[in-house]
């Protein structure tokens, strides 16, 4: 039976942290999960190797050629390897982006049961959590340790990502979209507030499907919680990686600068509201954490970590 809710994503020196993503997006109901990694220095792969031999994840490595987006690269080499378009929706999202549901039992299903028949992407804001109150990055759970967020409206909350129903319509897959629809005719859109609109085939879908309205930003039904900073020694660590949507892998962009961790790390309240899963995400990363091969990635890509990180505490 094809799956109804896959999830994708393609990473790159996550390790500490996959864990309890695979573990929230497996409570929220999606059944099937590919990761692909690319280049990990921190045994990223060999967790991911575990998780995959134990049935939880696919996993993808993502060998690059000269000049390859890792990202994109990742996401074509699963669309080409695993049979993904069969799924009845798909979503792509970050390692440090997690899927929030507000309406009925607060599972992927219950949001997608809110599309009418006739809609073709659920379009949904992220909230932006910044560092505070935490002064620097410790082994454990991110979604418990970061509890402020930016006010609603700040810019980076306008981000979407992007649930599309037949995946298999679409040439191509962006991080926040599917892109290169081949029909003619407007995509039906579902925002995050509940309302529709539909895209304008004439333009870039990407350009229609990356960023929202500012003033328009709600998260009525469901949005993502971003976890865009973490640490300040995490972030600075992250700045060394580079980033996974261009070619140059170690390239400092405009997201890894000072200005950008300080634009973004000015708390205007508490948002909870992912608690709700804690429980049975804890109970999970126990359950996953009884394969003896899990447990023994997890603690060396902790250990990994902790050394890669030590130049960059204050």
Same mark, same amino acid.
């Given at each position: 039976m094809p799956p109804r809710h896959t999830l994708i994503s393609s990473v790159k020196d996550e390790g500490p942290f996959l864990l309890e993503w695979?573990? %929230? %997006?497996?409570?929220?109901?999606?059944?099937?999960i590919l990761i692909a990694s690319n280049d990990c220095s921190d045994g990223t792969d060999r967790l991911l190797s575990a998780l995959a031999a134990e049935g939880y994840i696919t996993h993808v490595p993502n060998k690059l050629k000269p000049g390859e987006i890792p990202q994109h690269a990742g996401y074509e080499k699963?669309?080409?390897l695993h049979d993904i378009d069969a799924s009845a929706w798909l979503m792509m999202l970050d390692a440090d982006e997690f899927l929030n549901v %507000?309406?009925?039992? %607060?599972?992927?299903?219950?949001?997608?049961?809110?599309?009418?028949?006739?809609?073709?992407?659920?379009?949904?804001?992220?909230?932006?959590? =910044?560092?505070?109150?935490v002064a620097q990055w410790q082994p454990g759970r991110v979604c418990p340790l970061f509890t402020q967020r930016l006010p609603i409206h700040h810019k980076a909350n306008a981000a979407l990502k992007t #649930? =599309?129903?037949n995946p298999a319509r679409f040439r191509g897959i962006h991080n926040h979209s599917m892109v290169g629809f081949k029909e003619k005719a407007p995509l039906q859109v579902l925002w995050g507030d509940g309302t529709r =609109?539909?895209?304008?085939?004439? #333009?870039? /879908?990407?350009?229609? /499907?990356?960023n929202g309205d500012i003033k328009a930003v709600s998260h009525r039904l469901a949005h993502y919680n971003h976890y865009g900073l973490k640490a300040p020694d995490s972030f600075a660590l992250r700045r060394s990686r580079g980033r996974g949507a261009v070619a140059e892998t170690n390239a400092e962009t405009a997201r890894h600068t000072d200005a950008y961790f300080f634009e973004r790390d000015q708390p205007a309240g508490e948002d909870l509201s992912i608690a709700r899963y804690s429980a049975e995400v804890q109970a999970l990363m126990a359950e996953m954490l009884q394969h003896q091969r899990i447990k023994r990635r997890q603690r060396v890509c902790e250990e990994t970590y902790d050394s890669l990180i030590a130049p960059y505490r204050r």
């Open positions: 695979v573990a %929230h %997006h497996l409570v929220l109901g999606f059944d099937r699963i669309r080409r %507000h309406v009925g039992d %607060h599972r992927v299903a219950d949001l997608t049961e809110r599309a009418e028949a006739d809609i073709d992407v659920i379009a949904l804001n992220g909230m932006f959590f =910044t560092s505070q109150p #649930l =599309t129903r =609109t539909q895209t304008d085939p004439a #333009l870039p /879908l990407w350009r229609q /499907l990356r």
